[in-house]
C-alpha cells in the first residue's frame, strides 16, 4: 500500500463518517459579534434591583418594629391589625429579596432564617413555654421568621380578641410577646447587615465578578434564580396541591397559611420577582440590562423562536393562570383545582425555560466539579 | 516482507529511559491530582454524601465504602502513585493504583470522565511493562532487575494509547455541528468574553469557527506528527499550546497537564537520558551505565502479546458501537462513553420523575433534590441510562415507603447544542423496568 492510497482511504473514511451525520440543515441563527456589556448588566442588576429592593425591604422591617412596639405598648385588636398589616407589607416585599441569596444574604442564611414553613408550632409552642431558645440553632429554623410571626398573629381559627388575650392575659403572654419580639428583632438585624455589607464592599465584588465562572455574578444569579422558581413551584404551590402527597391536598402547608389570605398574593411577588430579575426590570416601566437582553444579544433559540420571546411569553402564561387563582389558597386547591393545577402547570414550564434553556444558552457554570476536556 | 519487519519494529531493542521518565512524571501527575481531589472536598460530595449511586451496567456489585474506607482508598491511592513516582515495589502499586483507581470510577457514573478512563487505562497498561527496570528505587534494592534496554513494544503501546485518545477524539469532531455550526464552542466561547486580551475575541463567531477547525484537525494530524523524531519539537510545542488553552477556557482539572507532560514519551531517548542525568546529579547518584537487555520470559512474551492486541483490538473497536444503536448518538447517548468524545455537546435538561400508585390512583412528583446530588441530577436528567438507574432506586424507596408496586415515568426536557429543550423521553413508560443491558435499543428515547 502507498502512502497516497492510504491518504485516500482515509479522506473517502473522513467524508463518509461526515455525511453519515449531515442529516438536517439547522435554522441559523442571529448573532453579532460584538460582545456584551455584563459588566453593565451586573451594575443594572446591583444599582437598581438588589440594592434598592433590599432598602425597602429593610424600611417596611423598622415599621413592622414601629407596630410591634406598639402593639406591645397598647394590647389591642386596633394595634394587632396594624401590626397585621405590617407585617404582611413586609412578607410580601420579602418576596422581592429572597432570590439574592449570594453574599451577604448567603452569610446571614436570609431565605431560611425568614421564611422556612410551614411552620413548626410544636417549637414555638415550647420555645414560648420554656422561655429558654436560640433562635439561631438548627432546631428553631421552622420555629420563626414570618412563618412563627404569622403563627402568632393569626393562630388557629382564632378570633382577634383571643390573640390580643393570648399576648395580654394570658398566663404565658410575657413570653409570648418575647418570643414575637425575637422573631422580629432576628429579622431586622439580619436585615441591616446584608444592606450595610452590599452598600460596604459586596456591590463592588458583585458587579466586579463579570466572568461566567464558578461563582461569578452571573453564575450565582442564574442559580438562585432557579432555586426561587423551584420553590415557587413545589413549596408554595405544588405541595400543598397534592404534588408530592399523592394528590392529597396539604393546606396547612400553604405559605402564611394562619393569615389565610395572601398566599396567592406571595406566590405572584416571587414570581413577579423572578421575572423582574429576569428582564433586569427595576420598576414596571424601567428594564434595564438584564439576563433577557444577553440572550437576545446571543441569539439563542427555542425551536423557531427565540428563546428570549419563549421564556417572556412563559412568564405572561404563569402570570395570567396565577391570576386565575382566588385567595385563599389553601381553599382553592380543593374549590379550584383545575385552576391552580393550569398555573403549576404553567410554573413547570417557565421552570424549564430558565433551568435548562438559560443556563446552556449563558454557558454559565454552576458546579465546581471537573468537566470533559480535549 | 511487512510483517517481519513489523516484527523487528516492535521487538528491537529501546533504552527504557522514557519509559522510567514516563512512570515519574505520571506517578507525580497522580499524586497531585489525588491531593487536589481530596482537598477539593470531592471524596465527601462524590462519594460520601449521595444517597444513591450510579454504577456502571454489570457492575452494580460495586458499592462505596464508608467515610473512613474511602478517605484510606484516596489515601492508598496517593501512596500508591508515590510508589510509582519512586520505582518502589512497582508492580504492586501500580497493580493497586489500577485496582484502586478503577474501583473509584466505577462507583458512580455521575463523575465519569473520559481523562478518568484514560487514567485507568494508562495504570494497567503500566502494570505490564518494565517501567521499573531502570533509574528507580526497586533497582537500587535488587541489581537483578536493572536493564537499560528492553523490547521496543513496552514503549510503543503507551504510544499507541496516547494515538488512539487523540485520533477518535479527532474522528468524533468530524460532524456538522462541529464542523459546520462551530457547536458548541459558539456557545462556550463567549461566556469568557470578560476575559482580558483574548476577551474581545471569543465573542466573534470565526473565532469559534476556527477553534473548532483547528481542534479537529489537530486532534486528528498531531498523533502521527508525534510519532515523527524529526518534527517532535514543533509538534510539541502545538501539544503545550493547545492544552493550556483549553484549560484557560474550560473547566477541565488537572487533564491538560497530563497530557502535556506524558506526551514528553515520544522524545527521542537521548533527550530522556539527559533528564535522568540531571536527576541523577541533583540526587547525587551518579552511576555508570551498563548496557543490559531486558527480555520477558517466553511465557510472560506470549502472554503478553495476546494482552496487548486484545486491549488495542477493544480500544478500536469500542468507539464504534454506536453505530449498532439507531438515533442521533448525542441525544441518546447510547455507546457515548469509553469512546474519547470530549466536548462534543451543551446538553442540559430537567427532569420531573413522578411515582403512580395503582392502589390509590395518585401519583407522587419527587424532589430529586431529596436523593441526587447536583451533579448527579444534571447528568442524569439527560442520560437515559442513569434515569433507568434512578427509576430504579425510587421503585424501591417508594415501595419500602410502602407503596405496592409503584410505577416510575419520568418527563424530561433536554436542550442539546443549542437546540432549546423539547421532550427526551416518552413520558408514559415505566422506567423502573427497563433494561440497560447493551443489546437492548432505548426506544423509549423520543427522535431528536
Known amino acids: ?374 | 516482507m511487512t510483517v517481519i519487519k513489523l516484527k523487528s519494529y516492535l521487538l528491537k531493542p529501546t533504552h527504557l529511559a522514557p519509559l522510567a521518565v514516563f512512570r515519574m512524571a505520571f506517578g507525580i501527575l497522580m499524586l497531585a491530582s489525588v491531593i487536589r481531589f481530596m482537598v477539593k472536598g470531592w471524596v465527601h460530595t462524590m462519594y460520601i454524601q449521595p444517597k444513591v449511586f450510579f454504577p456502571f451496567y454489570g457492575f452494580e456489585w460495586i458499592k462505596p465504602l464508608d467515610a473512613t474506607g474511602m478517605y484510606l482508598v484516596f489515601a492508598l491511592l496517593a501512596i500508591a502513585a508515590l510508589l510509582i513516582a519512586l520505582g518502589l515495589f512497582y508492580r504492586i502499586s501500580a497493580t493497586l493504583f489500577f485496582l484502586l483507581f478503577t474501583y473509584v470510577e466505577l462507583i458512580d457514573k455521575t463523575n465519569y470522565l473520559n481523562h478518568y478512563y484514560f487514567i485507568s487505562i494508562i495504570s494497567f497498561l503500566l502494570i505490564f511493562l518494565p517501567a521499573h527496570r531502570y533509574f528507580s528505587l526497586d533497582v537500587r534494592l535488587n541489581k537483578n532487575l536493572k536493564a537499560t534496554t528492553a523490547p521496543n513494544y513496552f514503549v510503543l503501546v503507551i504510544k499507541f494509547q496516547v494515538f488512539i485518545v487523540y485520533f477518535f477524539a479527532g474522528l468524533a469532531k468530524i460532524n456538522s455541528d462541529w464542523l459546520l455550526h462551530a457547536l458548541p464552542l459558539r456557545i462556550w466561547l463567549p461566556a469568557h468574553s470578560e476575559m482580558p486580551v483574548i476577551g474581545s475575541f471569543v465573542t466573534k463567531t470565526w473565532v469559534a469557527y476556527a477553534f473548532s477547525w483547528f481542534g479537529c484537525v489537530y486532534d486528528l494530524v498531531i498523533p502521527f506528527f508525534l510519532f515523527n523524531p524529526r518534527f517532535i519539537k514543533i509538534t510539541y510545542l502545538f501539544v503545550i499550546v493547545f492544552h493550556l488553552a483549553t484549560s484557560l477556557f474550560f473547566n477541565i482539572g488537572m487533564f491538560p497537564y497530563i497530557m502535556i507532560s506524558l506526551t514528553t514519551i515520544f522524545f527521542s531517548q537521548n533527550f530522556h537520558m539527559q533528564i535522568i542525568q540531571r536527576l541523577r546529579s541533583i540526587l547525587k547518584m551518579p552511576e555508570t551505565e551498563q548496557a543490559s537487555f531486558y527480555v520477558p520470559s517466553f511465557f510472560a512474551l506470549k502472554s503478553l502479546r495476546v494482552l496487548f492486541t486484545v486491549h488495542f483490538v477493544i480500544q478500536v473497536i469500542v468507539p464504534f458501537r454506536y453505530l449498532l444503536y439507531p438515533g442521533n448518538l448525542y441525544w441518546t447517548e447510547q455507546g457515548y462513553r469509553f469512546s474519547w468524545r470530549v466536548m462534543l455537546m451543551e446538553k442540559a435538561g430537567t427532569a420531573f420523575f413522578y411515582v403512580h400508585d395503582k392502589t390509590s390512583g395518585g401519583q407522587i412528583e419527587v424532589d430529586n433534590k431529596t436523593y441526587l446530588s447536583y451533579m448527579q441530577e444534571k447528568m442524569m436528567a439527560t442520560q437515559p441510562d442513569m434515569m433507568i438507574d434512578y427509576a430504579k432506586f425510587l421503585k424501591a424507596e417508594f415501595t419500602k415507603q410502602g407503596l405496592k408496586d409503584p410505577v416510575i415515568t419520568a418527563q424530561s426536557f433536554v436542550t442539546l447544542n443549542g437546540s432549546g429543550s423539547r421532550e427526551f423521553i416518552d413520558p408514559t413508560v415505566d422506567l423502573s423496568r427497563q433494561s440497560n443491558s447493551f443489546l437492548q435499543n432505548k426506544t423509549w428515547v423520543k427522535n431528536f
Open chain 1, 1 to 374: 500500500m502507498t502512502r497516497r492510497n492510504i491518504v485516500g482511504i482515509l479522506g473517502l473514511f473522513f467524508t463518509l463518517l461526515f455525511f453519515s451525520d449531515c442529516k438536517k440543515k439547522k435554522t441559523e441563527k442571529e448573532e453579532t459579534d460584538e460582545s456584551f456589556d455584563k459588566s453593565a448588566m451586573l451594575v443594572n442588576y446591583a444599582d437598581k434591583i438588589i440594592l434598592p429592593n433590599f432598602q425597602s425591604f429593610q424600611s417596611v422591617v423598622d415599621s413592622l418594629v414601629v407596630a410591634f412596639n406598639g402593639f406591645a405598648q397598647q394590647k389591642n385588636t386596633a394595634s394587632l391589625n396594624a401590626l397585621r398589616k405590617k407585617y404582611i407589607s413586609a412578607y410580601l416585599k420579602f418576596q422581592r429579596v429572597a432570590a439574592f441569596e449570594y453574599g451577604p444574604s448567603e452569610s446571614e442564611n436570609v431565605r431560611t432564617n425568614f421564611n422556612t414553613f410551614p411552620v413548626n408550632i410544636n417549637q414555638v409552642n415550647s420555645n414560648i413555654n420554656s422561655g429558654n431558645y436560640d433562635l439561631g440553632t438548627v432546631d428553631n429554623i421552622a420555629a420563626k421568621g414570618f412563618p412563627a410571626i404569622d403563627y402568632l398573629l393569626f393562630g388557629e381559627n382564632l378570633t382577634d380578641s383571643s390573640i390580643v388575650a393570648q399576648f395580654s392575659t394570658d398566663p404565658s403572654a410575657a413570653r409570648r410577646i418575647t418570643y414575637l419580639d425575637a422573631c422580629i428583632t432576628e429579622m431586622q438585624s439580619k436585615i441591616n447587615i446584608v444592606v450595610a455589607a452590599w452598600s460596604n464592599g459586596y456591590k463592588t465584588t458583585f458587579v466586579n465578578s463579570t466572568g461566567s465562572q464558578i461563582g461569578s455574578s452571573l453564575g450565582l444569579m442564574i442559580n438562585q434564580l432557579n432555586f426561587e422558581i423551584d420553590l415557587l413551584k413545589n413549596s408554595k404551590i405544588g405541595i400543598p396541591l397534592g404534588k408530592k402527597s399523592l394528590g392529597l391536598k396539604l393546606p396547612e402547608k400553604c405559605e402564611a397559611f394562619y393569615a389565610n389570605k395572601i398566599s396567592v398574593a406571595l406566590a405572584k411577588e416571587c414570581l413577579l420577582n423572578i421575572e423582574n430579575i429576569y428582564l433586569g426590570r427595576s420598576t414596571p416601566d424601567t428594564d434595564g440590562l438584564g439576563i433577557d437582553d444577553y440572550l437576545q444579544h446571543l441569539g439563542a433559540m427555542h425551536g423557531s423562536v427565540s428563546l428570549n420571546e419563549a421564556i417572556k411569553n412563559q412568564f405572561t402564561a404563569a402570570l395570567t393562570k396565577l391570576n386565575l387563582v382566588d385567595e385563599p389558597l389553601s381553599s382553592s386547591i380543593n374549590s379550584q383545582a383545575a385552576a391552580v393545577d393550569a398555573a403549576y402547570l404553567e410554573l413547570v414550564k417557565l421552570l424549564v425555560l430558565l433551568k435548562t434553556d438559560a443556563p446552556s444558552a449563558l454557558g454559565v457554570i454552576i458546579t465546581y466539579q471537573d468537566g470533559d476536556g480535549d
